[in-house]
């Protein structure tokens, strides 16, 4: 008999299912100690669903080297640079490809933007449950 990823997956989970998590591991959504709960469960604090299990783990804070994204200020600052010099320019001049060239930088300015300011949410967020956590583990 052959069995597919998804129906391992499901025997796995029920094998773990009325196993305790013995280490210290935290909710991704509140930071809250899990140690005691159910591999497969949901926070009490926040209600947020998680499975422990060593493979297929999710809703679990996994601790990251996060960094601040300065190469995407960098693109940000660079990509409208160029973009706003080349507008300015194609604009004075009524030059449409320059105008067109202008808008793709403006474009990249703007994906790198978008990815700064994913990154920063994800910064602050990472930061705010090691908080929590070290806050639980002061007491």
């Known amino acids: 008999m052959v069995f597919t990823n998804d129906e391992l997956d499901r025997l796995v989970d029920e094998d773990f299912k009325n196993r ?9 959504e509140c930071g809250y100690n899990l140690r005691g709960l159910p591999f497969l469960y949901s926070c009490p604090e926040c209600g947020n669903s ?5 493979r297929g783990r999710f809703g679990i804070f996994e601790p990251q080297q996060a960094e601040f994204p300065i ?12 973009a706003a010099f080349i507008l300015w320019d194609g604009v004075a001049e009524k030059s449409t490809p320059y105008c067109l060239a202008g808008i793709g930088f403006a474009m990249a300015g703007l994906f790198f933007l978008a990815r700064t300011w994913r990154r920063m949410g994800s910064l602050a967020r990472a930061r705010k449950i090691a908080m929590c956590i070290a806050e639980q583990e002061d007491e």
């Open 71 to 82: 190469h995407d200020i960098l693109g940000v600052a660079i990509f409208a640079g160029i």
């Open 50 to 54: 998680y499975n422990a299990r060593p």
């Open 20 to 28: 305790v998590i013995q280490q210290s591991t935290y909710c991704a």
